[in-house]
């Protein structure tokens, strides 16, 4: 399932984004790395991970970026609903870190999720991950109440992002 796409947005010369499947991307340790860091981060709490078995037959989609032939990320997204996306497990390897593959990640996702015919995507991330925040700040998320699992948790920051229509679904929160 690795096909290849076009040279990602802004990413470093070099860098590869490539469809995956869920399996394969476990296979690869980076979901049980991104869940180590996470348990390092909030030692105690649920990582909110997904189930690989079956996620692209729910539509799921896995994406692993590559960089000089090594694996250096990955990212998902599932259908929250008919209109919309969770962005799900999106994890640069540290030694990878800084070249934009988390952003050239990102807009892969989103690109893909269009292509499906979603309009929106959600996502849940930590209050320790300022790096997470800046970068969905940076390319267009806007802050929204928690929804799910994430509802209530003071440990959770939910953002979310028009891919196509009315912007005015996530319009500026108020000051």
Known sequence: MANDLPEPHGAEIGTRVSFAAALEVARLGLLAELDAELNQRYPGEPTHGVETDGFEDDGGCFVLARRAGEVAGCGAFRPAD??????????VRPAHRGQRIAAALLLTLEEEARRRGFARAILETGIHQPEAIALYR???YR???CFGAYAGSPLSVCFG????GDPAAFPEPPP
């Open 143 to 145: 802050p929204i109440a």
């Open 138 to 140: 940076r390319h267009g």
């Open 161 to 164: 992002k028009t891919l196509r």
């Open 82 to 91: 008919a209109v919309t996306v969770e962005i799900k497990r999106l994890y």
